[in-house]
């Protein structure tokens, strides 16, 4: 078993004590990973404090360097990573790789973004320049289903900004993170960025503590409820990426052939582990039995298994309270819906759950209204447009959706109306690094990616130069 380390002001330091970490396709332990403390928490964020003045002074060019550098050693190990990552996440090895790359790529986008000083008006009295400054340590916390590229989009923007990170990965999908950890650590100065791991205990003393100038966290919509309770002691910066009930509308112009694979990767891609995936789906009266039928022989084909083996679509569900979630979301769903294909128990190691389709099933299931984050797509029935508008927009949440159309305008005019931070008509969970996204409502607040997404780590300084 290879040995794992935190990464703590340039040292690569064994925890405190130890957590296992469960490879979710065999349900066996796949290594040990060190897990900190509070003091180490605390020495963590001091190296971060430490390190910031220096690091803040290098110009953006400099450590734009250091993070096409990263880039570079990433794209070197990406077999490497991404078979760790397949094994710690359960994603299959294809999709693995397409993080990795995806990594490298953002690593080069976004650190490639520029923030250069503004003149907001100049006259023959004065001058006013807008600066944008760093923030000062910044603690990035990450889930578990997208371990790699979701820390990248934090420490990407972060470091080029001027800041530096203490980053905590979700405890259940430590590795990657602790590997990109020992690559970094080759690169940038010490304390710059630390990597530290938990078992769901440091989050909070993270947010809360008082050197910590700004959280950048993803996760779910009731943790990110927390993270804001701690955050307002010190009125941190905030940028919180949360949950999602992804909604799905078909037009009655489309085809439910075309449209029924699209819809079906969109619900199932990482195995629904996505908080931009498709989470419910709404089709008209009259395409309703076909298109229950097509996602039904889509999921009675899927090829479900450990995501290192020849062929496979879908890994197993990320970790063991998730697996019982969905588990014991679907048993509820027998007596509120009818489920036409998957639903059954699997048998053997691993946690696995075959792509679900639920039809007949009321508004107000749990499976309907709750974030399932797994492969189950209730699939609802509606009359009228509005109607299925207004039942699309009857929720906390609003993170993303898609409108399925032969007519992209008629699709466009749909979009307007769904409250949700993106749209996508005619397809799904494109994501381009330069293009700003974040939730509504209780989906989130700010944005990540893009421009807007790097000036969170930054806060603004304007100068008035009287001449
Ligand atoms: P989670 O909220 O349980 O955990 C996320 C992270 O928060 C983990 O690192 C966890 O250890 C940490 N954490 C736990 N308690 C904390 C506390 N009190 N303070 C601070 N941090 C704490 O989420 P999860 O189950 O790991 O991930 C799934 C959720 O993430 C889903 O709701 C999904 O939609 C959401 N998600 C959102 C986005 C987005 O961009 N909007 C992307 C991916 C996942």
Same mark, same amino acid.
């Given at each position: ?44 964020? =001091?190296? *971060?404090?430490? %390190?910031?003045?220096?690091?803040a002074a290098?110009t953006m060019a +400099?450590?734009?360097? !250091?993070? /096409? @550098?990263? =880039?570079? *050693?990433?794209? %070197? ?9 397949? +094994?710690?996440?359960? !994603?299959? /090895? @294809?999709? =693995? ?14 650190? +490639?973004l520029d923030l250069p000083n503004k003149i907001l008006r100049e006259d023959e009295t004065q001058k006013i320049i807008e600066h944008r400054t760093p ?25 080029l900004a001027g ?287 893009g421009l807007e997404?790097l000036m969170e780590f930054t806060q603004n300084h304007v100068v008035y130069m009287a001449k």
């Amino acid at each position: 078993m290879q040995a794992y380390n935190l990464l703590i002001n340039g040292r690569l330091v064994p925890g405190a004590s130890t957590l296992d970490v469960i490879n979710p396709a065999t349900g066996e332990v796949l290594a040990v990973a060190p897990r900190a403390d509070a003091a180490q928490l605390d020495e963590a964020v =001091a190296a *971060a404090k430490a %390190a910031f003045p220096a690091w803040a002074a290098l110009t953006m060019a +400099a450590r734009r360097e !250091k993070l /096409f @550098a990263i =880039a570079d *050693a990433l794209e %070197a190990r990406m077999d490497e990573f991404a078979r760790l990552l397949t +094994a710690e996440q359960g !994603k299959p /090895f @294809a999709d =693995a790789m397409g993080e990795v790359g995806g990594s490298v790529y953002m690593l080069r986008i976004l650190g +490639a973004l520029d923030l250069p000083n503004k003149i907001l008006r100049e006259d023959e009295t004065q001058k006013i320049i807008e600066h944008r400054t760093p923030l000062g340590v910044v603690a990035a916390i990450t889930p578990w289903n997208f371990p790699l590229s979701l820390l990248i989009i934090k420490i990407t923007p972060a470091l080029l900004a001027g800041n530096t990170v203490v980053a905590k990965p979700a405890p259940t999908t430590p590795l990657t993170s602790l590997l990109l950890a020992e690559l970094t650590n080759a690169i940038l100065p010490p304390g710059v960025l630390n990597v530290i791991v938990d078992q769901n205990d440091l989050g909070g003393l993270l947010t809360k503590h008082k050197d910590v100038a700004k959280v950048s966290f993803t996760g779910s919509s009731a943790t990110g409820k927390k993270v804001m309770e701690s955050a307002a002691s010190s009125l941190k910066r905030l940028t919180l990426e949360l949950g999602g009930n992804d909604v799905g509308i078909v037009l009655d112009d489309a085809t439910v052939k075309d449209v029924a694979p699209k819809v079906f990767a969109s619900a199932m891609v990482n195995s629904g582990q996505v908080c931009l995936a498709l989470k419910r789906l709404y089709v008209p009266d009259a395409m309703y039995d076909e298109m229950c039928d097509e996602l039904a022989v889509l999921a009675d084909a899927a090829v479900v298994q450990d995501g290192m083996m020849q062929g496979v679509q879908y890994g197993p569900v990320q970790n063991k309270a998730q697996y019982d979630k969905v588990r014991a979301l679907i048993e509820d769903t027998r007596s509120e819906g009818k489920i036409i294909a998957g639903g059954v128990p699997h048998e053997g190691p691993g946690y696995f759950i075959r792509p679900t389709i639920v039809r007949d099933i009321a508004d107000d299931a749990r499976l309907v209204r709750e974030e399932q984050f797994g492969p189950v797509l209730p699939v609802l029935r509606y009359s009228t447009l509005e109607d299925a508008i207004e039942r699309a927009n009857d929720t906390t949440f609003g993170l993303g959706g898609t409108v399925w159309t032969a007519n992209p305008e008629r699709g466009l005019e749909v979009a307007m109306k769904l409250d949700s931070g993106v749209i996508w008509v005619n397809q799904h969970l494109v994501i381009h690094p330069d293009i700003p996204a974040g939730g509504s409502k209780q989906s989130g607040m700010g944005q990540e990616l893009g421009l807007e997404g790097l000036m969170e780590f930054t806060q603004n300084h304007v100068v008035y130069m009287a001449k």
